[in-house]
């Protein structure tokens, strides 16, 4: 287990139904390439239901670089995970998208939970799919390249093709 994000549950589930059992982890500030927190925490709460576990995890805000699709800068932009939660099977492991579960080899009353899969996985997903520097980003020029945003360069627009002008210029060569 080399996963920093490990929750010893042996007590939690020898315990009744409902208990549920808190967990905090300071996190790397460089947690990723992508993704940087700056003294930020996840946290949450593991909830023993019998059949299953349901964990509940947050974590604090954190930047994520993200590169506009228009003009190609980098907009980095603040986020959190706010109450995720997933279900853990403890009848079904085929159920489970993630193996979570250990057991330290030395003692098998020892039970332990790895939360990294579904903290990498959560932040995975906080980034955005078409992510924009600007909602009214103008883009790159698709002549030249400048970032439009910043310099007009002066390049004349593509003129767009109409299709009444290619009409017209059917109808007229048939004259
Ligand atoms: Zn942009
Ligand atoms: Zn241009």
Same mark, same amino acid.
């Given at each position: 287990?080399?996963?920093?994000?490990?929750?010893?549950?042996?007590?939690?589930?020898?315990?009744?139904?409902?208990?549920?059992?808190?967990?905090?982890?300071?996190?790397?500030?460089?947690?990723?390439?992508?993704?940087?927190?700056?003294?930020?925490?996840?946290?949450?709460?593991?909830?023993?239901?019998?059949?299953?576990?349901?964990?509940?995890? @947050? =974590?604090?805000?954190?930047?994520?670089?993200?590169?506009?699709?228009?003009?190609?800068?980098?907009?980095?932009?603040?986020?959190?995970?706010?109450?995720?939660?997933?279900?853990?099977?403890?009848?079904?492991?085929?159920?489970?998208?993630?193996?979570?579960?250990?057991?330290?080899?030395?003692?098998?009353?020892?039970?332990?939970?790895?939360?990294?899969?579904?903290?990498?996985?959560?932040?995975?997903?906080?980034?955005? =799919?078409?992510?924009?520097?600007?909602?009214?980003?103008?883009?790159?020029?698709?002549?030249?390249?400048?970032?439009?945003?910043?310099?007009?360069?002066?390049?004349?627009?593509?003129? @767009?093709?109409?299709?009444?002008?290619?009409?017209?210029?059917?109808?007229?060569?048939?004259?």
């Amino acid at each position: 287990m080399n996963s920093t994000y490990i929750v010893d549950i042996s007590e939690l589930l020898r315990g009744e139904i409902g208990k549920k059992q808190q967990f905090s982890f300071v996190l790397p500030n460089n947690f990723s390439e992508q993704s940087v927190f700056i003294d930020g925490k996840f946290f949450g709460d593991i909830t023993y239901l019998g059949e299953e576990l349901l964990i509940d995890f @947050s =974590t604090d805000e954190f930047t994520n670089k993200e590169t506009c699709v228009r003009c190609l800068t980098e907009c980095s932009r603040i986020t959190s995970i706010d109450h995720a939660s997933e279900s853990y099977s403890l009848s079904d492991s085929d159920k489970n998208p993630f193996n979570l579960l250990s057991k330290k080899d030395t003692d098998e009353s020892q039970t332990f939970l790895d939360l990294e899969p579904l903290l990498s996985q959560e932040i995975g997903l906080s980034f955005r =799919t078409h992510p924009l520097c600007l909602e009214d980003c103008v883009g790159l020029c698709p002549e030249c390249g400048t970032n439009q945003n910043l310099k007009y360069c002066g390049c004349s627009p593509k003129k @767009s093709p109409n299709a009444f002008d290619t009409l017209k210029e059917q109808f007229n060569s048939k004259l």
